[in-house]
């Protein structure tokens, strides 16, 4: 977009395409080149003094670990499309979770986290009403920190609903393509202080290649997520019709307890959901997921392709007691044709039933 002052109220997917850029500043190449930098070299001794603190600034180009354009094309467009003030980009989304909690906590500071957090088959978004949550700490002097990872900035624009900061693993469907790590944080005005400022005291940044690929991922976000949405929408459909399942967990079905809300606050869904099984042996499960031939076995999920993988809540919650009649799977709908997923579920269900009644 022309750099002036003309007002503009361009809609996301306008912004998905034309924000993080500057053709007229790099040769009309439509991208921000990769610069590959640690040292960032002064003109005179005055500059260098004159350096400001990156703790503080955005977009200053100071040193390669407090970012370069590359990494602000990233950072702009975040937080733009969730609504943020800032965006800081860091080399994984684990980092992008440790960072803003060792900002914001002090020694003795308590902090209440909700249960499925950490359990890799849920995401915690589709159960917990987040204006709630947000108006009740906010009433007690606490701070909202949200993993958005499964929402993206597209999908929950979370800043509208009181979060204070937004973390995204955005190795998933930022990243799109499961080729990087990469983490980002995205904050209101308030918190941007304290969490930018642990993460340059950490030392937290991540690789040029890596950024790009992830500014690459964020042209064609809301595309690829209306396609997942889709496709998952359909096998999720198709799973809650079969005997072998006992319930399909994704809000984006009307059956699913979280329907309501994310219905309310969420403008979309993506590809990953759990498929609670009816009792059936480990055996038959493990069966049924590796005669799978369009899925992948993995973590991580976002990328183009299919994936599942067995999951175990009960292992990891504390607070809550996991209760289901049979044994859970993460399933992450890719990009393939529809159809072809289903077949293969349909035979991959076949073996669990023939393992199951060895
Ligand atoms: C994968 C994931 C993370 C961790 O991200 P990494 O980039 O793998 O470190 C954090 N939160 C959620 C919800 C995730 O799915």
Redesign the pocket.
């Known amino acids: 977009m022309k750099d002036d002052d003309r007002p503009r109220n361009y809609r996301k997917d306008t912004l998905l395409t034309h924000l993080g850029r500057n053709p007229e500043a790099q040769h009309g190449a439509i991208n921000p080149p990769v610069y590959h930098a640690s040292t960032i070299l002064s003109k005179n001794v005055a500059e260098w003094e004159n350096r400001r603190d990156p703790r503080v600034h955005f977009g200053v180009v100071r040193y390669g670990l407090s970012g370069t354009p590359t990494t602000f094309a990233l950072e702009e467009l975040l937080a733009k499309i969730e609504g943020g003030y800032r965006a800081a980009i860091v080399c994984?989304?684990?980092?992008?979770?440790t960072a803003p909690l060792q900002g914001l906590l002090s020694q003795g500071d308590n902090i209440l986290m909700v249960d499925s957090a950490y359990g890799?088959a849920r995401?915690f978004c589709n159960r917990e009403d987040v204006p709630a949550i947000a108006a009740v700490a906010h009433s007690r002097g606490a701070k909202v920190v949200m993993?958005n990872?499964?929402a993206t900035p597209y999908l929950f624009r979370s800043f509208e609903h009181g979060v204070d900061v937004s973390?995204h693993?955005?190795?998933?469907y930022i990243g799109g393509h499961s080729d990087v790590?990469?983490?980002a944080v995205i904050t209101n005005e308030e918190s941007w202080l304290p969490v930018r400022s642990m993460i340059a005291d950490l030392g937290h940044c991540a690789g040029p290649d890596d950024i790009i690929f992830g500014l690459r991922g964020m042209r064609t976000l809301s595309v690829r997520l209306e396609r997942h949405q889709k496709n998952a929408t359909e096998v999720a459909r198709w799973l809650q019709s079969r005997p072998e399942v006992s319930r399909v967990l994704y809000p984006a079905l009307p059956e699913d307890p979280g329907y309501a809300l994310w219905k309310r606050d969420f403008l979309g869904a993506s590809g990953l959901f759990g498929v609670v099984l009816k009792a059936v042996p480990k055996a038959a499960v493990d069966a049924f997921v590796e005669s799978l031939d369009l899925f992948g076995i993995g973590?991580?999920?976002g990328g183009y392709e299919s994936l599942i993988q067995p999951s175990y809540p009960e292992r990891s919650r504390t607070a809550t007691r996991w209760q289901a009649e049979g044994p859970l799977v993460r399933i992450h709908i890719g990009l393939e044709d529809p159809q072809d997923l289903i077949a293969d579920l349909a035979q991959g269900l076949d073996r669990l039933r023939t393992v199951a009644a060895a």
Not at 92 to 97: E, H, K, N, V
């Open positions: 994984s989304g684990l980092a992008a979770i890799p995401n993993d990872t499964w973390i693993a955005a190795t998933k790590m990469l983490g973590a991580s999920w």
